[in-house]
């Protein structure tokens, strides 16, 4: 069973960028398709971007196309969240996730079976 934990947020002026990083352990990670979701107070935990196993598929959110790139280092353990020209709505804790299922899609966190403990993404206007 993978564990992941992720790394990189943090506060940032509306416009600017972060690079989110979650590293995993345990299991094979070219096994895993990744994930990246975010969560506000008091809303459900929401789709960001996933990848496919070995990197070529990529999907995202509408909210953050054209903004984010979600990319993964398989000789690393790691998926990556590029974050770029953030905006206030942006802030959210921001969760990394693995999946050993296959599905047709993977935009629930019911999709997902391994989770990280999130991190704090804070935009300001």
């Known amino acids: 069973q993978a564990q992941v934990v992720e790394s990189g947020g943090g506060l940032v002026q509306a416009g600017g960028s972060l690079r989110l990083s979650c590293a995993a352990s345990?299991?094979?990670?070219?096994?895993?398709?990744m994930g990246w979701f975010r969560q506000t107070p008091g809303q459900e935990r929401s789709f960001v971007a996933r990848?496919?196993?070995?990197?070529?598929?990529?999907y995202y959110a509408d909210s953050v196309k054209g903004r984010f790139t979600i990319s993964r280092d398989n000789a690393k353990n790691t998926v990556y969240l590029q974050m770029n020209m953030l905006k206030p709505e942006d802030t959210a804790v921001y969760y990394c996730?693995?999946?050993?299922?296959?599905?047709?899609?993977?935009?629930?966190?019911?999709?997902?079976?391994?989770w990280g403990q999130g991190t704090q993404v804070t935009v300001s206007s």
């Open positions: 996730a693995a999946s050993t299922y296959y599905r047709s899609t993977y935009y629930s966190k019911n999709d997902y079976n391994t």
């Open positions: 345990g299991g094979t990670f070219s096994d895993y398709v």
């Open positions: 990848i496919s196993r070995a990197g070529g598929i990529t």
